[in-house]
């Protein structure tokens, strides 16, 4: 079993910058595959970011591609997520989460996914 802790989220001006961190618990983080989504107020949780166990494979929704940048650190059981460019429309409750499927699998979907971490809070204003 694994717990997730998510930190750095905040509130930033359009255009500005954020970096996420996930902190996993446990001495078998690098078995998993590891995502971040994110859900607004009124909306369903969607997909964001998505890494193997290893770091070799990552996707990204379109909404985020070409500003975001999900990487891993195995050695010190961490996921991040650097955000570039943010827009008011990126103003969500971010999650990370962790998966024991380590294929590539439905990757963009939550309900594949065994672990969450609480959330942390990214608000962009315009």
């Known amino acids: 079993q694994v717990q997730l802790v998510e930190s750095g989220g905040g509130l930033v001006q359009a255009g500005g910058s954020l970096r996420l961190s996930c902190a996993a618990s446990?001495?078998?983080?690098?078995?998993?595959?590891m995502a971040w989504f994110r859900q607004a107020p009124g909306e369903e949780r969607e997909f964001v970011s998505f890494?193997?166990?290893?770091?070799?494979?990552?996707y990204y929704a379109d909404s985020v591609k070409g500003r975001f940048t999900i990487s891993r650190d195995n050695a010190k059981n961490t996921v991040y997520l650097q955000m570039n460019s943010l827009k008011p429309e990126d103003t969500a409750i971010y999650y990370c989460?962790?998966?024991?499927?380590?294929?590539?699998?439905?990757?963009?979907?939550?309900?594949?996914?065994?672990?969450w971490g609480q959330g942390t809070q990214v608000t962009v204003s315009s």
């Open positions: 989460a962790a998966r024991t499927l380590r294929s590539t699998y439905a990757y963009n979907y939550a309900y594949n996914y065994d672990y």
């Open positions: 446990g001495r078998t983080f690098s078995m998993y595959a």
């Open positions: 890494i193997s166990w290893g770091g070799g494979t990552t």
